[in-house]
């Protein structure tokens, strides 16, 4: 299985969803075994400076492979996903090399139509994940985990020249909590430039510089 489909599925199995009225910050217990996934996977990958702060924020770096004064760059993420569905038990369904037309969600008369969503019609001959129409699927912003972290791999894997990269994973952004959690240590106030990472139609990564 492509390593990037894999971590997501494995993001996806994990009930994440923010909390309305809630104090405590990250909101809900399922978002901490997520952080604390991704704080394992980043140590295990050989990241340098990782942490788990007492709020909820993961970060680490993976330095820098090539000499000079290169500016750092840093990839943002939540964790959380939304509340208005359940998260719980979610169970994908992929299809590979969409051909058109109406998707089936599970066993049942849900169906994913071209006709209430035209932008499937751009999608054609790509794979697609869905649910099967009982819960979320948690792509926001799970995909973005998985595409920074299988982006991390591919940098190592490949040996591909790079100055120092920065991730940083948050919870409860649902409830404008998530940047609240994040502090910079003093040597890195001045950088990086942060981007966030979310999912597409066009299965790009979409960023924003810097996030507000």
């Known amino acids: 299985m492509d390593k990037l489909l894999e971590r997501f599925l494995q993001y996806v199995s994990l009930d994440t969803q923010s909390k309305a009225g809630v104090r405590q910050v990250p909101s809900t217990e399922g ?26 924020t993961v970060m680490g770096t993976l330095a820098a492979n090539v000499a000079g004064d290169i500016p750092p760059i840093g990839f943002i993420s939540h964790v959380d996903t939304a509340p208005d569905f359940s998260g719980k038990h979610v ?13 089936a969600l599970g066993i049942g008369d849900e169906v994913l139509s071209p006709v209430m969503f035209p932008v499937l019609h751009q999608l054609l001959g790509q794979t697609l994940i869905t649910t099967d129409g009982k819960t979320l699927l948690g792509a926001d912003d799970k995909a973005g985990i998985a595409e920074i972290m299988t982006a991390l791999a591919t940098l190592q894997a490949k040996n591909i020249p790079h100055g120092d990269i920065r991730v940083a994973f948050t919870p409860t952004k649902r409830w404008g909590k998530g940047r609240s959690t994040l502090t910079l240590p003093p040597s890195t106030r001045a950088g990086p430039t942060p981007l966030t990472a979310a999912a597409s139609a066009s299965w790009s990564l979409r960023t924003s510089m810097p996030p507000r």
């Open 91 to 103: 169970s994908p369904q992929i299809v590979e090399n969409y051909r058109g037309g109406d998707i």
């Open 31 to 56: 978002q901490w075994k997520l952080l604390r996934l991704l704080q394992a996977q980043l140590e295990e990958m050989g990241l340098v400076n990782v942490t788990l702060s007492e709020k909820g």
